[in-house]
Each structure stands twice: as structure tokens, then as C-alpha cells.
């Protein structure tokens, strides 16, 4: 099975290309500025693999939460692609896509992003069986908020540490540990690999399945409540 995974929810968009459990090709964008580089990342990934899209069984994006214009602008790219070839997809969390960069282990893995603001983007999960299994829910929290919700040695992963870990690491002392990665997987890899997991059960052709998770609402939603109100 080839799937095709797009990752363009964190700061550094990513694409990969799976074959089963192995990763043929991926490439992660130099820039935060998504549109037309993510297309070329595409293209370059296919041809590092002498693939062409009528090769492919499935498709996989990442569905949130992490940059809105980047959200936009990967659902806009998946959705043309699915129209173009008539292949199925899967849609993956992001958080849960970062968690699966990590080694399989024991410990509870917590994925982390920067939602600005002073808060995070955040959730935990735990390998079972070499499977990923939610224990919580996709959140934006301020950091301290976290905190309060790890009461055990829990592996953190994702880009937002590059702001915030240092605060967990004084605040959680020796129930903060810093994830060692998988060589060189970028968060489309991960992606990739749970959508290959979840393939048979969750594939999908109908567009309309395919929303975004922002879970924070965007400023214009927030300031048109504000207005009503």
C-alpha cells in the first residue's frame, strides 16, 4: 500500500511518501509560507520516488489544530488532489501525528504546539501494542494549565518546546522528558503511518468527511461573538 501524506498544520510542513510501514521519500518546507512550496514539496517527494499519483492507494492529511492558514491551504491542495484521482484519504490529528514521531514506549507521550497567546496546543496519548491510544482530548491551555495535568514522567514531542520547554522542564522537573525522535520522521511521516493503520476502517471518498480542528475559534469568529454579544 502507498499512501501519500500531507502535513501542513505545524511550522514546518512536511510531505511523505509510504510504502506499508516504510517511508520512501519526504521532504519538510524551508519557510512557514505554505501554497505553492507545498506543491512543489509534493511534486519533488513523487519524483524522489519515481512515483506518480496514479500509483498511489490513499491520501493523508493532517486535520488539526495547529496554523489556520496552513490548514486551509493543505485541506484546499488534499481536496483538489482527491477530485483529480477519485483515491481515498484518511484524516489524521496533528497532535496525534507528532506523537507518532516518537519511540514506542511506556511512558505517556504529550504533543505540544505553540497556539500563541500564551497558550498551547496540546494532548496525550500512550503506545499500547505498538499503537497510539488517547488519553485526552485535543486542548488549547496556557502552559501552567498543563502543568496540572501531568502527574507522572510523560515524553514530550512537537514544536512547540521550542518555546515552552524550558518552562516544563522547570516547572515538571523529572516528569518532563524530552522526546528522543524516530531518525529524521517529519509529522507528514507520522501521519502516514497512523493513516496506514487506520486505512481499512476509516478510508473515505466523500470530501464533505474532510473538516479541519482548529479547536480555538479564529480572531474573526472571536470578534463577531464579541460584537453579538
Not at 500500500?1 to 510531505?15: E, F, R, Y
Not at 488532489?81 to 511512558?107: D, H, N, R, Y
Not at 485535543?138 to 501552567?144: A, F, I, M, N
Amino acid at each position: 500500500m502507498k499512501i501519500l501524506a500531507l502535513d501542513s498544520s505545524t511550522p514546518q510542513g512536511s510531505v511523505a511518501l509510504l510504502e506499508n510501514d516504510r517511508i520512501i521519500s519526504q521532504l519538510s518546507l524551508k519557510t512557514d509560507t505554505y501554497s505553492k512550496p507545498l506543491m512543489g514539496l509534493l511534486d519533488e517527494v513523487l519524483a524522489c520516488a519515481e512515483t506518480q499519483l496514479g500509483d498511489l492507494d490513499g491520501f493523508a492529511l493532517t486535520t488539526g489544530p495547529g496554523s489556520f492558514t496552513g490548514l486551509r491551504v493543505g485541506m484546499s491542495l488534499m481536496k483538489g488532489l482527491i477530485l483529480a484521482t477519485e483515491i481515498p484519504f484518511v484524516g489524521v490529528a496533528t497532535l496525534e501525528a507528532i506523537a507518532a514521531c516518537t519511540q514506542p514506549g511506556s511512558q505517556p507521550v504529550c504533543s505540544v504546539l505553540d497556539a500563541r497567546k500564551k497558550e498551547v496546543y496540546c494532548a496525550r496519548f500512550k503506545w499500547e501494542n505498538g499503537f497510539l491510544s488517547r488519553l485526552s482530548e485535543d486542548s488549547v491551555l496556557p502552559p501552567e494549565a498543563l502543568c496540572q495535568k501531568i502527574d507522572e514522567p510523560t515524553l514530550f514531542v512537537g514544536s512547540g518546546l521550542k518555546t515552552y520547554g524550558g518552562y516544563f522542564s522547570t516547572m515538571l522537573n523529572k516528569h518532563y522528558i524530552p522526546a528522543p525522535l524516530q531518525k529524521d520522521m517529519t509529522v507528514a511521516a507520522g501521519c502516514g503511518q497512523i493513516a496506514r493503520l487506520q486505512f481499512k476502517q476509516k478510508k473515505c471518498f466523500d470530501l464533505d468527511s474532510l473538516g479541519v480542528n482548529y479547536v480555538r475559534k479564529s480572531e474573526a469568529e472571536t470578534k463577531f461573538a464579541s460584537a453579538i454579544n
